[in-house]
Structure formats: structure tokens, C-alpha cells
């Protein structure tokens, strides 16, 4: 690789700050360019559905890294800069301003757009997506004037931004088109749980309606239900997902998955275009515990799949990435995720709480023919780090023990474990 033809990260947000300080961290010293389209440095969008919103006193603390990290290590910060063709065949990225850079690798870490419900586009008013910092500062305005908010979408980002408008005092009407609650990430008996809680905390839950028809009608806008209900609100969220960014990457030709549309990387993150690699939201990666190929949107596989790709750059060795890990924060939850959601998965709880519980804490261990798959942990993160390392194994005959909250959790894991062992060495 030359000294003077950079490595480019197109996408200044999590997975390539991330990417920027493995880059440095494993040694390379070469010109270093982040070409990143909004006019913030790199931050962390997670809080922006929690704290930010609440709060115009934490919009300065949300930095990847501290303001003075690029400069430090004389990483090229490009802020406005979007990048608008990438040349794949010739390694050059065309820039809207006109200007274009030359590179010797290239990493896409262009993230993903709230996906829109045709019938509110974005710029309808009163209406409300969230993405960026800045989409979160004009909500946090609007809420901050309106009594009243109908979130569209029981989604993780749609169920958090209900919450803290909940907590700010507005009433909160959801809507969700599914029969329940998080189908595809949570297990039914605890969608079914969180539906409860959600209740419980004052929002008004829609569950099974679909919107028919929506229009602007003076301060407010009226939605029309497919169950015959009408609403009517000053201020609506739409949190119905998220579509991978992944413009460049279709006009240089690079291989996208036909169902999730994101970018197609191998466990090194290198795309089908030599000197291409992507990490974060916009790409589609084989995860074996899955079994299949999936588009991650997470705060974690951002960060593991940055780390990878900087190594797979520099034609290094990196660590295998961890085992997925998701959190959410809402309704007095912190609710954490260990493995990976699958339909034949089996739920067993480790504890329980009712709806209204002050601090709710249990957990539900999945288990796939006998082998802990999935664990989930309400209020209690610290016990689920302690079953990181039965992930994977089979926990059959210790089940039992495992989901018995009288006992402590570190014995049963540890009991659990010496079998698994005592097994190997057999
Ligand atoms: C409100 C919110 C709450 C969340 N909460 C959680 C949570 O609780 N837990 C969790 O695990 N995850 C959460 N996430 C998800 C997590 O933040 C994302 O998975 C993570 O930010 C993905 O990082 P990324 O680098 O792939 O994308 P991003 O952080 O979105 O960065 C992509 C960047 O690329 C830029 N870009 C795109 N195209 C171009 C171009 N052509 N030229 C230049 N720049 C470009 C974009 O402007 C953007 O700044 C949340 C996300 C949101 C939005």
C-alpha cells in the first residue's frame, strides 16, 4: 500500500470512526481520509431516542470519540461531504462539491434512512423521522410544544421514542401494524409482557392497524385506521424501519443481497469489488449463529464489523467478531440481548415481574435443541454477561438450575459449564 494514496472511509458515523481508530491502533500511518455527509463529527445515534430527546444538554456528549481524537491522529475529517459516485474499477470516490479522491482501499460505512410510509414523507407537517442528530433536535422542539404524539411503529426505535415522549409528559398513542409488539426480535411471551408494561406506563397501544389513509388538516394530522378508528395528532413519529444506504455501492456494481439489500460482505468484510469493504447498517454479512445471512442494525456489529474490516485492510489477522449483543432502554427497562432470535426457539424464565413493577427484573434463556441460543435480560445485564460463555453449548440438563432464581446464577453457570468441559475431556 503507498504512503500517499489514502485509505477512505465514505460514511462518518459509528462503524467508521470505529474503522479510523482500529486503523491507527493496528499501525497504519498512511494518509487516512473520512468523508462523512452530515456536518457533525462521528456520534453515537443510540442516545438519540433516549437522552438527546429529552434533553438539548446532551447533544455535546454523544461524540464516538472526543473532538480532538481526528486531529490527533491525523485522520483527513471531512464533514459535508458526501460522496456521490464511487469508481471502483479506477479506486476513485466522486464528491458532491465537485472534488474526487483517489484511494488504495476503501471502506463503506454509509449506515441506512428511516424508511418512509409513503402516505407522511418526510418535510408532510407535524410529521417526525429519526435518524440524525438533527432530526432529533427538531423532534425534541416539537415535543417540547405539543401535548400529544401517535408513534407509527412498535420497532425498538418506535417503542423508545414513545417512552421518553411518555416520560416528557406527552400522551402517547402507538401504532403498530403486527398483532404484537418487537415479532421478529423478541419471543412472544415477552412481546406479550412488554405490551403490559407499555400499558402500564400511561401509552395507548394500537396493536394490529394499519394505516389507510392520512392527510394534514390545519395543526394536526388525521390517520385513518384499517380497524375504522380514526386519530388525530399535533406531532407523529414514523419508525417503521430502516433501508440500507447503499447508492454507491449499486452504481459501482458491488453485490447486494436480493432480500435485505444490503451490501454483500464476507467474515473479513471485503464486498465482491477488490479494495471494497463495508461494515455497519449497510451491510449483509453470514452470521453463523443465525445460519443465514443477515444486515445487522446495531450499535455492537457496527463496532465488530469496523474492527474486522480495518484488519482485513491492512491484511491482518483480526479477532472473530463476538457474539451479537443488542440493548434497548424504555419504560424503565434496560433490556439486553445475547445470540440470536430464531422461530424454533424455546423460552424458559429465569424470574418474573408484573407490569408495574418499579424495576422489573428476570430473564428468558432460548434454547435450540438443548444449545443456549438466544438470552435475554430485563434489568439484569449483569447475569446475562455471565452466561456469554455457555452461548452455543448445550444447557439441557441444566436448565432447570440455570432458570431457578432462588440459586445464585454464577453456581448454576459455573456447574453448567464444568459438565460442558468435563464432556471435551471425555
Ligand atoms: C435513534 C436510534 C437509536 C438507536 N438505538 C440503539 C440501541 O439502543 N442499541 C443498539 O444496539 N443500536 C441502536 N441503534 C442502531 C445503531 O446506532 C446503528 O446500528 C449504528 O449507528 C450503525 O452505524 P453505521 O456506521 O453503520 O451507520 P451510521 O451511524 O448511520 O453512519 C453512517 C453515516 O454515513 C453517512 N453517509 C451515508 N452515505 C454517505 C455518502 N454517500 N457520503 C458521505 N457520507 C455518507 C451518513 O450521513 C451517516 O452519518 C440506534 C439507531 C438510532 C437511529
Known sequence: MTQHTPILIVGAGQAG???????????????????????????????????????????????????????????????????????????????????????????????????????????????HYLRSLDDAARLRDAMQCAGELVVIGGGFLGLETASTAAGMGLKVTLVESAQRLLARALPLELGTWLAGRVQAQGVTLRLGCGIVHCDVQGDAVRMQLDDGASLRAPLVVVA?????????????????HPQNGGIQVDARCRTSSEGVYAAGDCCSQYQPLFGTEVRLESWQSANEQARIAAASMLDVDAEPAALPWFWTDQFGCNVQMLGAAHPEIRYAWRGGAAHDAATPKFMLLGTRQGRLSHAIAVNAGGDLRQLRTLVGQDVSSHLARLCDGALPLRQAVRDCQAQADSNITL
Open 17 to 127: 470512526a470505529m474503522a479510523a481508530a482500529a486503523l491507527r491502533g493496528l499501525g497504519y500511518d498512511g494518509r487516512l481520509v473520512m468523508a462523512g455527509g452530515e456536518r457533525h463529527a462521528p456520534y453515537e445515534r443510540p442516545p438519540l431516542s433516549k437522552s438527546v430527546l429529552a434533553d438539548v444538554g446532551e447533544d455535546g456528549k454523544i461524540g464516538v470519540h472526543p473532538p480532538s481524537f481526528y486531529a490527533d491522529r491525523d485522520i483527513e475529517l471531512r464533514l459535508g461531504a458526501c460522496v456521490t459516485v464511487l469508481d471502483a474499477a479506477r479506486h476513485v470516490a466522486h464528491l458532491a462539491d465537485g472534488s474526487a479522491i483517489g484511494y488504495d482501499r476503501c471502506l463503506l460505512a454509509t449506515g441506512g434512512n428511516a424508511r418512509v410510509l409513503p402516505a407522511l414523507p418526510p418535510g408532510t407537517p407535524h410529521v
Open 240 to 256: 417503521i424501519g430502516l433501508t440500507p444506504e447503499v447508492a454507491l455501492a449499486a452504481g459501482a456494481g458491488l453485490a447486494l
